[in-house]
């Protein structure tokens, strides 16, 4: 197994501590929630409400400077928070927002950070992602959404697709097209749009695992000159591979939520095995459950490499070429390994893995609900795309 100790000093252990104290009496119990793919209401206000309290401790913001919210933590110490997060089955914070919010305090103005990462910081205000269209999806520089300035105003027109919980959401970042003739790659432009603004509708778009994404309509919206972030036609390097700007957060881009959501089901089959029999047998004493389990703790292991070498360039401070590319490995693998995981949970939890809800579902349907979720792994590009941006971005092959 692999595993690396986190907190070698007494400052680190005091520091778990305290994280396990505070999730011992308000982390939700037998609570599970993924805001990708969940519409009640009740969950909704649930989660929203722990991870508020989240934010009033500055957690969120863990690792940014004190000026703008946060507490500025070191990565390490974030490190520590996210494990305990694994461990006590904590649900993600909303990933949108937090992307934005590396965005903002990277490229951001001195008034777009201190408007926009305060209701971050504190969850109070929700972010969707106007990035992917219905004919650039994979192919996200071939997007058509334009915006055009008009006096101290930019002008949006065009449709954004797959936005996923936007309809819960206040502002979105949205890209377009600045510079109509430039190459494809070139004058994509980023805004922050306040989701209220005259001219924008949604329309929904509901996954199969009973979640909702979004069509969203920009019909001649028009946004105030600062909505624009960053430079001018730059946001395909400055927001989308996250180069330039100042790097003012320690922890670095915040942790992708998906290989932790791989890990505590990894972690609640195995228990399941463990507890429950068949046939008179403990399922986890039966050979052929066994191997499945092997080949699961084999992907989650090699998912746990690659968090940890990310961890290690990160904190050698290695040059963006270097991640990019380790970013690329990971993110293919996990969107290959997700849909193989989810399908052999299927088969060891058995026929009533299908069912939903009632007194004969097995781990209160979870198992079905993350087999219908997982062929939702298309969010920021397919893995045949990763692999291509491995080979062209990371390894400099032609296409």
């Known amino acids: 197994m692999v595993d690396f100790c986190a907190d070698d000093t007494v400052e680190l252990r005091k520091w778990r501590s305290e994280v396990r104290e505070f999730f011992d009496s308000e982390a939700p119990r037998n609570f599970f929630f993924d805001y990708d793919y969940d519409e009640d209401p009740i969950r909704w206000a649930e989660y929203l409400k722990f991870w508020r309290k989240m934010g009033e401790k500055k957690w969120v913001a863990l690792t940014w400077p004190e000026k703008y919210y946060g507490l500025g933590k070191s990565a390490i110490e974030k490190w520590v928070l996210h494990e305990e997060m694994i461990n006590y089955d904590i649900p993600s914070y909303p990933i949108i927002g937090l992307a934005v919010s590396g965005a903002v305090l990277r490229l951001g103005t001195e008034e777009q950070r201190m408007f926009h990462l305060k209701g971050i910081a ?72 306040p989701l209220d603004t005259p001219g924008i509708s949604m329309a929904p778009l509901h996954n199969m695992a009973n979640g909702q994404q979004n069509h969203t309509f920009f019909d001649n919206v028009r946004v105030s000159a600062d909505c624009l972030l960053g430079e001018e036609g730059q946001a395909w390097p400055q927001v989308w591979f996250g180069q330039g700007g100042d790097r003012l957060d320690r922890g670095g881009p915040a942790p992708d939520g998906h290989p932790f959501r791989v890990i505590r089901m990894l972690n609640t089959i195995v228990d399941y095995c463990r507890t429950t029999r068949r046939r008179g047998v403990r399922m986890a004493d039966d050979p052929v459950i066994r191997l499945q389990l092997a080949e699961l703790m084999s992907g989650v292991e090699v998912m746990k490499l690659h968090v940890f070498e990310s961890y290690s360039a990160l904190s050698a401070s290695n040059g963006f070429g270097g991640r990019a590319a380790r970013s ?4 293919a693998f996990y ?20 069912l939903h809800g009632g007194k004969w579902a097995v781990l209160d349907g979870r198992v079905q609900q993350y087999f219908r979720a997982s062929f939702g792994n298309h969010a920021g590009g397919t893995s045949q795309l990763k692999r291509m941006s491995l080979a062209t971005r990371g390894l400099g092959l032609p296409r």
């Open 122 to 193: 504190e969850v109070t205000t929700l972010w969707g992602e106007g990035y992917t269209e219905p004919q650039a999806g994979s192919d996200l520089a071939s997007l058509t959404t334009r915006a055009h300035r008009d006096g101290d105003h930019w002008v949006l027109n065009g449709q954004k697709t797959l936005g996923t919980a936007a309809h819960h959401a206040q502002w979105m970042s949205v890209l377009a097209r600045t510079d109509p003739n430039s190459k494809k790659h070139n004058g994509l432009s980023c805004f922050l749009v």
């Open 328 to 331: 690329f490995i990971s993110q």
């Open 335 to 354: 969107k290959e390994f997700w849909p193989r995981m989810a399908q052999i949970c299927m088969e060891i939890v058995g026929p009533m893995a299908q």
